[in-house]
């Protein structure tokens, strides 16, 4: 079955730092794959996607490039400021046949805490 | 600009007591999802629906119920909350084709005392 996995958290930074979340799936033919962020006591809000290998998302300073040899979606950003600080999610949606596409497959989060 | 709306945004509600959570789209969306998401953030399917009529249970079994009978609302009901039925709740609807994502809600916290 399709499963994602994102880098251990909590991850800190001071302001301006680079930022790398790491991302790895594993799901059958060519899924497509999200970065979802969720602020304090709201719900999930979509912050990039990419469709196929070798897209690159982009959204506000962030990045992630579809990796298919390394079946990888790692999220970046060169400059992370207090107000990114929240919980950032990778996703992947399944190929389920015809035009359908699958439910999305959530890793399990990434507490980002941005200090001044 | 939110297209997905979930009421109450908090509840604090005695064991026992029957709910419904509110969850409405104006998208025209068929699929809508209902997650629960417990305090280490993990998002776990608890119900999903591919159009009206059409209810299934999701990867975590949960003893909540939900119903479709108009496209655009997709409410969850619990007949006698417990204490462990404390959480968030987080409803999405998705469109078709590649890359269409979900939308959210902007969730509901329950408390059960």
């Known amino acids: 079955g399709n499963s994602v996995t994102q880098m251990e958290g909590p991850v800190t930074l001071s302001e301006e730092a680079f930022l790398t979340i790491n991302c790895t799936y594993t799901?059958?033919?060519?899924?497509?794959l999200f970065w979802y962020v969720q602020y304090p006591g709201e719900g999930l809000q979509l912050l990039l996607k990419?469709?196929?290998?070798?897209d690159k998302g982009s959204n506000k300073g962030f990045e992630a490039t579809y990796r298919k040899e390394t079946t990888s979606f790692h999220l970046e950003k060169g400059s992370v400021q207090v107000s990114d600080s929240a919980v950032y999610f990778c996703?992947?949606?399944?190929?389920?046949?015809?035009?359908?596409?699958?439910?999305?497959?959530f890793g399990q989060g990434t507490i980002l805490t941005v200090h001044p | 600009e939110a297209d997905i709306y979930q009421t109450p945004r908090y509840l604090v509600i005695g064991t026992g007591k029957k709910i419904t959570l509110e969850c409405s789209q104006t998208?025209?969306?068929?699929?809508m999802y209902w997650y629960q998401q417990d305090p280490g953030m993990e998002l776990h399917l608890i119900h999903y629906?591919?159009?009206?009529?059409?209810?299934e249970k999701g990867d975590l079994s949960s003893e909540s119920t939900v119903s479709r009978i108009r496209t655009e609302h997709f409410p969850l009901t619990l007949e006698s909350a417990r204490p462990s039925h404390t959480s968030q709740y987080l409803c999405?609807?998705?469109?078709?084709?590649?890359?269409?994502?979900?939308?959210f809600g902007s969730g509901t916290r329950l408390t059960v005392v």
């Open positions: 799901a059958t033919g060519y899924p497509s």
């Open positions: 998208m025209g969306h068929d699929k």
């Open positions: 996703a992947l949606s399944g190929f389920a046949g015809g035009t359908s596409y699958g439910k999305l497959t």
């Open positions: 990419a469709t196929k290998a070798d």
């Open positions: 999405a609807s998705s469109g078709q084709g590649r890359g269409y994502g979900y939308t």
């Open positions: 629906s591919y159009g009206v009529n059409s209810t």
